[in-house]
T-cell receptor, first 115, second 116 residues
Framework: AQKVTQAQTEISVVEKEDVTLDCVYETRDTTYYLFWYKQPPSGELVFLIRRNSFDEQNEISGRYSWNFQKSTSSFNFTITASQVVDSAVYFCALSEKDSWGKLQFGAGTQVVVTP | DVKVTQSSRYLVKRTGEKVFLECVQDMDHENMFWYRQDPGLGLRLIYFSYDVKMKEKGDIPEGYSVSREKKERFSLILESASTNQTSMYLC???????????????FGPGTRLTVL
């Protein structure tokens, strides 16, 4: 069963618009970790952020922000004032406790930012 | 700086060939992983290794094997390549934390394999 759901397949925005990517996860563990990765056209996955299940504090890093809500099992990601360089596929991933760090990925959301 | 390298960016093989995909990391990480990426499916774990000579099956190990003879190197082997193994293959590594703990995985650039 899919444990990480990214319902948005593709989002297209014009530069400087904000874009929010949704991620819903499913786990029975009380201890788990959530990640966001970015995959630009070059293909390499770039790590963006990691949160553990005990830390619901939302985070802002430059133009990126994350909203973690355990009550709705969601870990959403927002890019503020998007730029063309933000065009990429973004993956949400879950790692459960005692899993050797194995990641379970969502299907990814393609973000297209046009000038 | 974190560095994971993969032997080839693009590879074309014929059905039935034995294929080796190599991954090397220079971060002294204990854990290494092989994923395949297909459109609409995200990344799926094929095999992983938490130590030299140790390996564990992931979600889709059928048709693949792995080898980890040295800490820095993790090889993925397609014993007899088939067209349904055409895919992007991504290698990753991470530190091993206590009690199978979770640390961030760092990825290589990927190998796009086409099997004809």
């Amino acid at each position: 069963a899919q444990k990480v759901t990214q319902a948005q397949t593709e989002i297209s925005v014009v530069e400087k618009e904000d874009v929010t990517l949704d991620c819903v996860y499913e786990t029975r563990d009380t201890t788990y970790y959530l990640f966001w990765y970015k995959q630009p056209p070059s293909g390499e996955l770039v790590f963006l952020i990691r949160r553990n299940s005990f830390d619901e504090q939302n985070e802002i890093s430059g133009r990126y922000s994350w909203n973690f809500q355990k009550s709705t099992s969601s870990f959403n990601f927002t890019i503020t004032a998007s730029q063309v360089v933000d065009s990429a596929v973004y993956f949400c991933a879950l790692s459960e406790k005692d899993s050797w760090g194995k990641l379970q990925f969502g299907a990814g959301t393609q973000v297209v930012v046009t000038p | 700086d974190v560095k994971v390298t993969q032997s080839s960016r693009y590879l074309v093989k014929r059905t039935g060939e034995k294929v080796f995909l190599e991954c090397v990391q220079d971060m002294d990480h204990e854990n290494m992983f092989w994923y395949r990426q297909d459109p609409g499916l995200g990344l799926r774990l094929i095999y992983f290794s938490y130590d030299v000579k140790m390996k564990e099956k992931g979600d889709i190990p059928e048709g693949y094997s792995v080898s980890r003879e040295k800490k820095e190197r993790f090889s993925l082997i397609l014993e007899s390549a088939s067209t349904n193994q055409t895919s992007m293959y991504l290698c990753a590594s991470s530190t091993r934390l206590a009690a199978k703990g979770v640390d961030t995985q760092y990825f290589g650039p990927g190998t796009r394999l086409t099997v004809l």
